[in-house]
């Protein structure tokens, strides 16, 4: 195969985002329940890093299984409620139980690098060292991130249901004011384009020349 052809027939193949199960090989890596939380947390929620180390006891409300997020970034007090997954809701309450966090006290009391520092390590475990991810259209090489676990939860929702009701409710899931931003989240790997072109040739199934 012609040298170029072939880097273009090999880059089809590349990593452009994390699916559940690489996610979950991931969380499964964690050394211990705080960070095994914290990686649930962003995996099942999307919130972003800085809202993660944000987060108090007052944040989460157990019996309803819901965070309250505070919008860092906007003027004056804004905030947005998040559904956590149950499992993960009660994890978490074991865990600032445990830990002895009390009112007023992070429930994650690290600061952005180390929260990077932490999923970095756990993918490294997990067979996603290195620079993994490709851009889809840069193809700029990344490392597994916080803000790749956000993207991994805003892929897979959309890939379940891509109808608008989703779209929006998923905008206001990750806090985003502007759709457009959500919008970029709509991902396709080459199994779904090669699915989606086999239901294009479907009704030439069966046929026979005569």
Same mark, same amino acid.
């Given at each position: 195969?012609?040298?170029?052809?072939?880097?273009?027939?090999?880059?089809?193949?590349?990593?452009?985002?994390?699916?559940?199960?690489?996610?979950?090989?991931?969380?499964?890596?964690?050394?211990?329940?705080?960070?095994?939380?914290?990686?649930?947390?962003?995996?099942?929620?999307?919130?972003?890093?800085?809202?993660?180390?944000?987060?108090?006891?007052?944040?989460?409300?157990?019996?309803?299984?819901?965070?309250?997020?505070?919008?860092?970034?906007?003027? @004056?007090?804004?905030?947005?409620?998040?559904?956590?997954?149950?499992?993960?809701?009660?994890?978490?309450?074991?865990?600032?139980?445990?830990?002895?966090?009390?009112?007023?006290?992070?429930?994650?009391?690290?600061?952005?690098?180390?929260?990077?520092?932490?999923?970095?390590?756990?993918?490294?475990?997990?067979?996603?060292?290195?620079?993994?991810?490709?851009?889809?259209?840069?193809?700029?090489?990344?490392?597994?991130?916080?803000?790749?676990?956000?993207?991994?939860?805003?892929?897979?929702?959309?890939?379940?249901?891509?109808?608008?009701?989703?779209?929006?409710?998923?905008?206001?899931?990750? @806090?985003?004011?502007?759709?457009?931003?959500?919008?970029?989240?709509?991902?396709?790997?080459?199994?779904?384009?090669?699915?989606?072109?086999?239901?294009?040739?479907?009704?030439?199934?069966?046929?026979?020349?005569?």
């Amino acid at each position: 195969m012609h040298k170029s052809l072939s880097y273009v027939y090999n880059s089809i193949n590349v990593k452009t985002f994390l699916t559940p199960e690489d996610v979950e090989r991931i969380i499964d890596a964690a050394s211990n329940l705080r960070d095994y939380v914290l990686l649930s947390l962003l995996w099942t929620t999307g919130i972003r890093v800085s809202e993660l180390i944000a987060l108090t006891p007052e944040s989460f409300d157990p019996s309803s299984s819901r965070l309250v997020i505070r919008h860092l970034k906007s003027r @004056g007090e804004t905030y947005r409620q998040v559904p956590v997954r149950k499992d993960v809701a009660n994890l978490l309450a074991e865990y600032i139980e445990r830990a002895g966090i009390g009112a007023g006290q992070r429930c994650f009391p690290i600061d952005r690098g180390h929260a990077y520092s932490t999923v970095r390590e756990c993918a490294r475990r997990a067979g996603f060292g290195g620079k993994v991810l490709t851009h889809p259209t840069s193809n700029k090489k990344h490392y597994v991130s916080p803000h790749k676990f956000r993207d991994a939860i805003a892929t897979h929702w959309l890939h379940a249901n891509s109808n608008l009701e989703a779209q929006k409710a998923l905008q206001g899931m990750l @806090g985003h004011k502007d759709f457009s931003t959500t919008a970029r989240y709509f991902k396709l790997g080459l199994d779904d384009v090669e699915k989606v072109y086999g239901h294009l040739w479907e009704p030439h199934r069966g046929k026979k020349k005569s």
